[in-house]
């Protein structure tokens, strides 16, 4: 199993970006996926995590600015990102796992390979 990212850039603060992030390969729905992201010097955190059923969790730093939304058919998982800061400057990271416990505590089976996010001032 592969998870490809996609839609990663550079924005100006105020600005929206679209991240995407495909299952490929021997796919099966999973029971979670996820978004984790690591900026310069700093620890991989979760971003946003949501299960096959809709369920969602979100990190209190992007709380109604981001929406995580998921395609089970598709294997696809979606972040989207609106009024963007400096702060949310990162790496991000898709996972996914069985469990919905699993992708929040970064301990996902699978990781894609990370799309970088840039917000300027």
């Known amino acids: 199993v592969q998870l490809q990212a996609s839609g990663g850039g550079s924005v100006q603060a105020g600005g929206s970006l679209r991240l995407s992030c495909a299952a490929s390969?021997?796919?099966?729905?999973?029971?979670?996926m996820g978004w984790h992201r690591q900026a310069p010097g700093k620890k991989r955190e979760l971003v946003a995590a949501?299960?096959?059923?809709?369920?969602?969790d979100y990190a209190d730093s992007v709380k109604g600015r981001f929406t995580i939304s998921r395609d089970n058919a598709k294997n696809t998982v979606y972040l989207e990102m609106n009024s963007l800061e400096p702060e949310d400057t990162a790496v991000y990271f898709c996972?996914?796992?069985?469990?919905?416990?699993?992708?929040?505590?970064?301990?996902?089976?699978?990781w894609g390979q990370g799309t970088q996010v840039t917000v300027s001032s």
């Open positions: 996972a996914a796992a069985p469990r919905l416990g699993s992708v929040e505590a970064g301990t996902a089976d699978y």
């Open positions: 390969g021997r796919v099966r729905t999973f029971g979670a």
């Open positions: 949501i299960t096959s059923g809709g369920i969602t």
